[in-house]
C-alpha cells in the first residue's frame, strides 16, 4: 500500500542492461517508463515524487536508496499503481527482496560522480552541502521537539556495508498530534502502525525502536534515496541539518546544472569497492 495515496500496488524489480539507470515503469498505463533521474523531479514535499507527461511515480526515496545501499545500478522497476509500497516504512523490505533474487556483477565500469568543489544551500536555519571525497558518506543532523528525539546526528561511510547495517531499517515517522491535519489533507491515507514510527506527546505508541536514533537514520535513509536522482554514484560528503525532500532535491538539480563543480570517472577496477551487499554478505549470512 501506497502510505500516502493507500493505493494497493503489486511492484516488480527486473534485471536491465548496463547503463540503464533506473528506470520506473507503470503496468497499469501501457508499460509507460519515467526515468529515476532529476529532470522528471515533480513535487516534493512529504515524500519525492517524479512525473513525466503527466504520469505519476511517488514515493521513490525508500526505494532508491535500497538500491543505492545494495549496489543496484541497473533496474526496471514495474508497478501498478501511482505510489510505491510503504512496507514497513523502511527499506529493509526491499533490501531482502534484492538480496534474493540475487545481484549481477555487469561488465561495464560504473561511473562515478566526483565532487571537486564545495556546494552548499542554506535556507532560513536549514542546510545541505556536499564536500570532495574519495568515497560517499553522510552526516545528518535533525532537531525534532520530542523527548526521544531533540537533536540527533548521524555519519556514516555508506561502504563497507554500512548501509545494510546501519540504514536499511531504519523506519519513517509521524506523530499523532499532526495525524488528523494530515488525513483531512489526504497525505496519509497509507498510514498504519505497521508501517511507521507513531510519536505520542512524549513517546511512542508502537515500541520498540530498532535503533535509539531511528528517526535521524531515517532521515539518512531518505537523503540517499534522493541523491540518487543524481542518476550516478557519488563521491562526495554531504552534510545535512534539518534539510527534507525539497532541499535533498534542490541539491541535485543544482549539482547537475553547474558542470564545473564535478567530474564523471570510473574507479579502478582494482580499488573499485565491491557491491555493497556482496560486501556485506561476507559478514551478514541471509
Ligand atoms: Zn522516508
Known sequence: MGLHSGAEVTLRILPAHAGTGIVFRRSDLDGFEVEAI??????????????KKGVLISTTEHLLSAFIGCGIDNAIVELDNLELPILDGSARPFVEAIRRAGIR???????????????????????????????????????????????????????DGNYLRQIAAARTFGSRQDEKTMRNMGLIRGASR????????????????????????????????????????????????????????????RILRDHTLWEETTVDEENEPAPLAMRAAAHQPV
Do not use: W
Not at 532529476?38 to 512525473?51: D, G
Open 194 to 253: 505497521e508501517n511507521c514510527i507513531v510519536l505520542t506527546k512524549d513517546g511512542i505508541e508502537n515500541p520498540p525502536l530498532r535503533f535509539s536514533d531511528e528517526f535521524v537514520r531515517h532521515k539518512v535513509l531518505d537523503l540517499i534515496g534522493d541523491l540518487a536522482l543524481l542518476g550516478k554514484r557519488i563521491l562526495g560528503n554531504v552534510v545535512a541539518d534539518r534539510a527534507g525532500h525539497a532541499m535533498h532535491t534542490a541539491l541535485v538539480s
Open 105 to 159: 556483477q555487469q561488465r561495464r565500469p560504473r561511473t562515478y560522480l566526483r565532487m571537486r568543489r564545495e556546494l552548499g544551500l542554506r535556507e532560513g536555519d536549514k542546510s545541505i552541502a556536499i564536500y570532495p571525497a574519495d568515497s560517499y558518506s553522510v552526516s545528518y543532523t535533525i532537531n525534532f521537539p520530542h523527548p526521544l528525539i531533540g537533536k540527533e546526528t548521524f555519519c556514516v561511510d555508506l561502504s
Open 38 to 51: 532529476s529532470r522528471n523531479v515533480a513535487r516534493v514535499s512529504y515524500a519525492t515524487s517524479l512525473m
